[in-house]
């Protein structure tokens, strides 16, 4: 089975700081895996994903994502954070199949 | 592209109605999902369509639950007869075939069964 897990439900950061939200997750062979955002009273916003290549991806908005394989981890990153980057944040992994299996989220909240 | 268009955006209904949610995904897509939200259980797959054939309905919760797409461009999820633990953010996605493809979802569907 697989599994995703944000340890963190939440995190506050001040704006420009860098931002970081963690994932790891657990998964039978090659993972692709997901970040989404999602601000209130809307749907999940796709962010970027890792399927093969280089470690490190860019996404929307600023964001990037680093990819550990050995530490089964995939953490979210913004150089320097905005208010409007408040929101909650999914991390989600697939297998060889249809299946995404979303972590819990975690809340982001950046003060002026 | 519109987007994944899901419709009515609230629902208020009393237990036991009859109540069903509309789904149109990305023209071109071939993979559709139904998932529910809830503060206690997160995000939660209901039911997979590819090519408009339900592939795992296993997370559909009961019977009360069904779901059809009858052509490429149109999906419903309905609930009959509806229960008050049935209150969730009921979400659309589409994406293409391939465990590589971001899903594209919709703005959900607020339900709220009184």
Known sequence: ?112 | DAGVIQSPRHEVTEMGQEVTLRCKPISGHNSLFWYRQTMMRGLELLIYFNNNVPIDDSGMPEDRFSAKMPNASFSTLKIQPSEPRDSAVYFCASSFTGPGNEQFFGPGTRLTVL
């Open chain 1, 1 to 112: 089975a697989q599994s995703v897990a944000q340890p963190e439900d939440q995190v506050n950061v001040a704006e420009g700081n860098p931002l970081t939200v963690k994932c790891t997750y657990s998964v039978s062979g090659n993972p692709y895996l997901f970040w989404y955002v999602q601000y209130p009273n809307r749907g999940l916003q796709f962010l970027l994903k890792y399927i093969t290549g280089d470690n490190l991806v860019k996404g929307s908005y600023g964001f990037e994502a680093e990819f550990n394989k050995s530490q089964t981890s995939f953490h979210l990153k913004k150089p320097s954070a905005l208010v409007s980057d408040s929101a909650l944040y999914f991390c989600a992994v697939r297998g060889n199949d249809y299946k995404l299996s979303f972590g819990a989220g975690t809340t982001v909240t950046v003060r002026a």
